[in-house]
């Protein structure tokens, strides 16, 4: 703790040697742009006579307390100078005046009330930054964090079974942590839920907290971010400080990464803001009943020190929905919204490959809004397809940074999936194909492969067919490779491998049967022999069907280049034209 008070009050004087420069800065700016500009401006008492008696000043404006005067001259230039009484300055002008010279002179009680008002608003400008960096300093006390009290439960968050299972250990100790800390039992500090946008880790925290019946604090990494330096810091510790008063709590902090990403990053001033939050997790003593639950769909850049024993030890993968968990979600969201008989969720499941959690609840909402539109009391199956659509359009945008050529690839790489289907397997149904990236895939093809429970020998190669599709496209059509095909060699191969050891397709081999694991501690070469030459053997199919089908593959990617996701229909329109 003392560690922590030493960060604070360094990182406070850092900002007030800071403020401080600051405020010169600016009163040097300041000054100077004065300085410059009234120099300009500036006569002498004898240019001005000169000037008055050449008839070239239109007016003078002096002020009873200084001796500073304005001026207007002819040309509507403004000019400033100093006299040396006004006594003397009115003598001279009504000379001059009488002397037929057209001159204007006023004499005003004060100097310059413009002026003036643009002093007090500098100053009070002045005055309301002091304050907003002194409470910065203090900690941003306009930074406050509350808990809420979460409704959500298990049974609100589809499709992530197993992950909830994993979670459940910690529900059970916020619910009764003496059960634990009496036999010392080591109980989770920190949870990281490691997975793509949308696919519902601020749920499951929630749900966690609404389990246990414990406060929810949430809070998000970017707000940890420093603008100003400690401020960060500062937070953490008010966040902790709050947590700690009504323990047992779960602490959620969404986008770790943005305070949390390694230190050689460049990012130096979230170091500090880091510091602290490690030094709050290391202060907890086992009796300390407070959990942190951290999100992040950037592993990758996470610092080391985050994810140390003792700190977010444990971590939980959440996957994107698969058509299984997809269906489960529809039918969580499907709960509160009237939709027609013939609208079957398990089709939507299966349309909507590459949507997130969010991305489901979001199309039924809109196909809800769609309904309402055309007057409807049912969601109808026309309203799920326009909802599709439009959300389609939306995971269009977020990821547009994709170059030409990139595009253009995926394009043949998918179009290449999707031919060698079509001419291996006419009767497998592709309910779409998209070259929009999601997550970590450039693209997909959506094929009903749902019905193969127990796959026969003659479909598994035709799989592995179908997986080499897109490699051998890009080296046909292309000339050359990308590693983007990395997925589709691993499960061709894979398919290979278990055709092999576990399936004994091949006729051979018989005595090696067994589990994957028990296999691989003995590989045996004559097995891996085997499995190469039936990919070899599948790969050099899928070639040929390729080159046999060049023209299609091609007009087939232009298609996809042009629309970026083709529907059941739109394919099938295609295949019609073109096979
Ligand atoms: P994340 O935190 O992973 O970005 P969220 O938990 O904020 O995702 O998900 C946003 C919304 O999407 C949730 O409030 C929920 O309505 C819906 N959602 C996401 N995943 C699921 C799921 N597995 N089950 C049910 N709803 C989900
Ligand atoms: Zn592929």
Redesign the pocket.
Known sequence: MNKNTGNGSNGNRKLLIYLILFTLLLTLIRLGGKTIKEDEMRISYDELITEVKDQQVESITAYESTLNIDIVMKNEEEKISAIPGLTELAEFLRIEQENGNQIKFEVKASSKASSLVVQLLTLSIYIGFLTYMIRKMNGGSDYTIKPVTSKVRFS?????DEEKEQLEEVVTFLKNPEKYTKIGAKIPKGIL?N??????????AKAIAGEAGVPFFQANGSSFEEKFVGVGASRIRKLFTEAKKVAPCIVFI?EIDSVAQNRYSGHSYSEQTLNQLLAEMDGFSTNQKVIVIA?TNHMDVLDPAIIRPGRFDRHVF?PM?DVV?RE??LR??ARDKKISDNVLLTDIAKRTVGF???D??NLLNEAAIYSVNNHKQYISSEDIDEAIARVLVGLKKKNSAITPEEKWLTAVHEAGHAVVSEVVRPNVINFGISIVPRGHAGGYNVFDESGHKYAKKSDLLVQMQVLYGGRVAEEIILGDISSGASNDLEKASQIAHRMVTRFSMNGSLLTKIGSESEYNQRIDIRSIEEAEKICKENYEIARRTVDAHKKQVISLARLLYEKEYLSQEEINAFILENF
């Open positions: 609100d968050v589809a499709g992530i839920l997975g793509d946008p949308g696919t519902g880790k601020t749920l499951l969404d999100a959440i929905p968990a489960k979600i969580i969201h997130s959690g969010a489901l609840e």
